[in-house]
């Protein structure tokens, strides 16, 4: 079965600074989807990254990107210049890329952006 | 467009009640999600649906939980008898599809109550 770990339960960074999310997955599948999503207080899941497992290129978007360490089953999330709207929870998440879609989640990061 | 829409965005129950969460997914989307969010944990998957169909109910806790979906749009999650371990955020996700990276969309979620 496939796991996902999020070791780091609480994290802070000074705003414009950077920080990096640490998420590490367990799997003995090939083909798969990695993904990290934003739950600010307002509870809204909003998908802020992917990576597909096939690609090697790391996945960049605007400040966040992610160093995906497919080896050692790794996949953090790094925010550059942290804004104070960037305060959320953060969740990785890993999907099968077979029949079965659904998301297995970690258990969260939640990020304060500290003025 | 419209995103994902839940109702209500709050229910507070008696223990033993029956209750109705209801999910309207993004039109056009043709799977829709169900996931648990308890205090201080990760998001759990309950069910999925392709169309009309649920494929993988893998994740619904008992048989107290059953969940359909009608016309290919509104789904419903039913919890029958409630017990103050369902307290939770109910959240809802349609894709529009299940193939390639298929990007899941939230909805608000559901915040049930079990007193």
């Known amino acids: 079965a496939q796991t996902v770990t999020q070791s780091q339960p609480e994290m802070s960074v000074q705003e414009a600074e950077t920080v990096t999310l640490s998420c590490t997955y367990d799997t003995s599948e090939s083909n798969y989807y990695l993904f990290w999503y934003k739950q600010p207080p307002s509870r809204q899941m909003i998908l802020v990254i992917r990576?597909?497992?096939?690609?090697?290129q790391n996945a960049t978007e605007n400040r966040f990107s992610v160093n995906f360490q497919k080896a050692a089953k790794s996949f953090s999330l790094k925010i550059s210049d942290s804004q104070l709207g960037d305060t959320a929870m953060y969740f990785c998440?890993?999907?099968?890329?077979?029949?079965?879609?659904?998301?297995?989640f970690g258990t969260g990061t939640l990020l304060a952006v500290q003025p | 467009g419209a995103g994902v829409s839940q109702s209500p965005s709050n229910k507070v129950t008696e223990k033993g009640k029956d209750v109705e969460l209801r999910c309207d997914p993004i039109?056009?989307?043709?799977?829709l999600y169900w996931y648990r969010q308890s205090l201080g944990q990760g998001l759990e998957f309950l069910i999925y649906?392709?169309?009309?169909?649920?494929?993988?109910k893998s994740g619904l806790p008992s048989d107290r939980f059953s969940a359909e979906r009608t016309g290919g749009s509104v789904s419903t999650l039913t919890i029958q008898r409630t017990q103050q371990e369902d307290s939770a955020v109910y959240l809802c996700a349609s894709s529009l599809g299940l193939a390639g990276v298929n990007e899941q969309f939230f909805g608000p979620g559901t915040r049930l109550t079990v007193l």
């Open positions: 649906f392709q169309g009309n169909s649920a494929p993988d």
């Open positions: 990576q597909e497992a096939y690609k090697q």
């Open positions: 039109s056009g989307h043709t799977a």
């Open positions: 998440a890993f999907r099968y890329g077979g029949a079965t879609n659904k998301l297995i």
